[in-house]
């Protein structure tokens, strides 16, 4: 048994002269949407480009060597990771989720459910008692997201995972938030992990995808019929793109969140602060299980104004006001009005998204230059 190689190493030494053509050490990007057959009867390893590309297997195969998984299917957003899962369940299965998930995951499994072709309960998965009673339901699929978007709230994944594994589910964690870097869910129980690589992992802000990754091999071979079938692989071009993204995620990931612990650390101080959630302040109330679970409390910050978020945000100069992280550039955003938007006003009363909070994924600017900027927002927000 070799060691298991790190996440820098894998990713300097992803596809490096793997190409079987030149010995190229960028991988080439194999654009064509299908392939040659020496002669009917011999399927040749890659046949057409929905189904096997070259590109995406060697973003799965890092991304698989990054989560210590088994392998997994690289689609075309998160999103159709997260449908990916869905055709996994037999119709009218039960999938629990967090009350407080990604808003675009609610409005998805809450259209399904809609529509009669799942069932979907959304719970407090830190309460030990909600969670039990919806396990008591045998849930096919429970599904975990920690942190949790935008707030940061955290659930012991070893003891959830094992509990529900227990009753028969399945259990899928979306790792986006962590990266693979702060957060190992397989590791702790999980069996499928997934991603968004539109954030983080691609780090350009310049296209979509996902991955849904497995530990279990049989697992694996269903999430690549699926994809298939359904159509919801992603292209070559992305393929490359997100690697070449990725080769730089352990410095990013490590800027980026040194950035966030100043940053936070600074909001706690500010008068004009009502609340500030982040893993990596003693005040987090799951500071102990972010120093057990993750190798980091990471790049996002959430946080609550005393004054008018409106003028706030306006009164920023630097930071930009729009959806998206785990990017380059520091974003701000309302999740009330826009990544969560799909999530309905009782529901997000529910998860605690109040109108005034916000959600800041750090960049790569200088950590002063973001303080001055924020500052600037206080100073607006105090004479609105
Ligand atoms: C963005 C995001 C998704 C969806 O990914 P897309 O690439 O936008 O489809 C899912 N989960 C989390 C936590 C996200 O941040």
Avoid at 56 to 65: G, Q, S, Y
């Amino acid at each position: 048994m070799t060691a298991p190689r790190k996440p820098a190493t894998i990713l300097a030494s992803a596809g490096v002269a793997a190409d079987p053509g030149r010995r190229a050490i960028v991988p080439p990007v194999q654009v064509s949407d299908t392939f040659e057959w020496a002669d009917p009867d011999t399927k040749p390893d890659y046949d057409y480009s929905r189904t096997v590309n070259p590109n995406r297997d060697l973003l799965a195969a890092a991304l698989a060597e990054l989560e210590d998984a088994a392998g997994g299917a690289v689609t075309n957003s998160g999103q159709s990771a997260a449908l990916l899962a869905t055709l996994l369940l037999p119709a009218g299965a039960l999938v629990v989720a967090p009350h407080d998930c990604y808003g675009g995951t609610y409005r998805l499994l809450q259209g399904l459910a809609d529509q009669g072709k799942l069932r979907a309960v959304f719970v407090d998965q830190r309460d030990d008692a909600a969670f039990a009673a919806a396990l008591a339901e045998q849930p096919a699929l429970v599904w975990l997201e920690t942190p949790s978007n935008p707030l940061l709230r955290l659930v012991d994944i070893a003891q959830r995972a094992a509990v529900a594994k227990a009753a028969g589910a399945l259990v899928l964690a979306d790792n986006t938030l962590p990266t693979p870097l702060r957060q190992q869910p397989l590791a702790l129980g999980c069996d499928l992990v997934l991603h968004s690589t539109t954030k983080a992992l691609n780090g350009h802000a310049d296209l979509f995808g996902g991955a849904l990754l497995a530990a279990d091999p049989a697992l694996v071979e269903q999430l690549h019929w699926w994809a298939n079938a359904a159509g919801l692989n992603g292209s070559a071009t992305d393929a490359s793109q997100i690697l070449r993204g990725l080769r730089t995620l352990p410095l990013r990931v490590d800027r980026q969140e040194a950035t966030a612990q100043q940053l936070a650390s600074w909001l706690a101080a500010q008068p004009g602060v009502r609340e500030v959630h982040y893993p990596g302040l003693d005040s987090h109330p799951d500071k102990a299980l972010a120093d057990r679970q993750q190798a980091g409390p990471g790049f996002m910050i959430a946080f609550r104004v005393t004054g008018d978020s409106a003028a706030f945000l306006k009164g920023l100069d630097l930071i930009t006001l729009a959806s998206s992280l785990g990017g380059f550039a520091t974003l701000i955003c309302a999740p009330a009005t826009m990544t969560h938007r799909g999530m309905p006003p009782e529901a997000q009363a529910e998860a605690g998204i109040h109108p005034d909070l916000l959600r800041l994924s750090v960049g790569l600017e200088e950590a002063d230059d973001l303080i001055a900027d924020l500052a600037r927002g206080f100073e607006a927000a105090a004479s609105a």
